[in-house]
């Protein structure tokens, strides 16, 4: 499995944009599929845009429209763009990757909105 390790993460003011990277230790190739996730403080960790096999990437409702997932094979990079931050996309983003059933983690990086 590929070590995962984020970046691009800080305090940024509501309505701001953010771009998170996540690098992979080794080719990441189409044979795994990238997500990223986020964790807030007493809360679960939850899904935030993931690539699907069956057709375009899966965003929850409470992102869709402000994040893209997007990947550089050739870098071994996975993106995170995010748009129009709100106050509670505050929380420790995370990028996994998943390959035969087994999910591998980055360390995340914390992402702030504050005015």
């Known amino acids: 499995q590929v070590q995962l390790v984020e970046s691009g993460g800080g305090l940024v003011q509501p309505g701001g944009s953010l771009r998170l990277s996540c690098a992979a230790s080794?080719?990441?190739?189409?044979?795994?599929?990238m997500s990223w996730y986020r964790q807030a403080p007493e809360k679960e960790r939850e899904l935030v845009a993931a690539?699907?096999?069956?057709?375009?990437?899966f965003y929850p409702d409470s992102v869709k429209g402000r994040f893209t997932i997007s990947r550089d094979n050739a870098r071994n990079m996975v993106y995170l763009q995010m748009n129009s931050l709100k106050v509670e996309d505050t929380a420790v983003y995370y990028c996994?990757?998943?390959?035969?059933?087994?999910?591998?983690w980055g360390q995340g990086t914390q992402v702030t909105v504050s005015s």
């Open positions: 080794g080719s990441i190739s189409r044979a795994y599929i």
């Open positions: 690539e699907t096999r069956a057709g375009g990437p």
């Open positions: 996994s990757a998943n390959r035969w059933g087994i999910t591998s």
